[in-house]
């Protein structure tokens, strides 16, 4: 639902043949207007939109393997300096458990094989770390992954938002928050 990923949408149904079903996990910790975004993005490009959900809840999640405040770097960093109060911050385990696993699950039960996603390099450490290591396309839980824009620079995507006006997600409006709460949000220490 966010910008890269309505680039990648966009492209995928405007410049190339294929019609892949649109995979969006909705979660309890992303601002609820983005579904509604997804949902009108895929209408508008006739794409069939499946919804998965997580098979946790965000608070079991947390409690069963690490908080995920701070977002991944800042949180292990964190974790290290006060390793003396107990608390274990874990943004990985979460994004795995509450986006990652589940959309991979969705993909296979639309019996798709590979899987396209908005990541890019330059979003966070361990996203280069991964793009890095694997490229932008590797096989992992039996799926192809792709991540077609991940050499993309903000102003590339903001550029082609721009010149196909294409709508901003609601949720990257002043005020409101884009992506996980935790991770993107307004959760801080």
């Known amino acids: 639902g966010g910008r890269d990923s309505s680039v990648l949408l966009h492209m995928v ?20 207007v983005t579904l ?56 990985t385990a979460c994004c795995q458990r509450l986006k990652t696993r589940p959309g991979r ?33 590797y096989m992992t839980d039996g799926l192809m992954i792709y991540h077609p824009l991940s050499h993309w620079t903000d102003l590339m995507v903001r550029r082609y938002l721009r010149q196909h006006s294409i709508p901003a997600d609601p949720s990257s409006a002043p005020g409101e928050w884009n992506g996980c709460r935790c991770c993107a949000g307004s959760w801080k220490f």
């Open 13 to 32: 149904f405007h410049q190339t043949e294929h019609r892949p079903p649109v995979i969006y996990v909705h979660n309890e910790i992303h601002n609820p």
């Open 36 to 91: 509604e975004h997804v949902q009108q993005q895929c209408a508008a490009v006739g794409a069939a939109l499946i919804v998965a959900t997580p098979d946790r809840t965000a608070f079991e999640q947390w409690k069963a393997q690490g908080w995920p405040i701070l977002g991944p770097m800042p949180g292990g960093n964190w974790m290290t300096r006060y390793k003396h109060l107990g608390i274990r911050i874990n943004c």
């Open 105 to 137: 699950k969705a993909t296979k039960a639309a019996a798709c094989d590979a899987q396209m996603t908005g990541l890019r390099a330059v979003d966070d450490y361990n996203r280069r770390a991964r793009i890095r290591e694997h490229g932008n396309h």
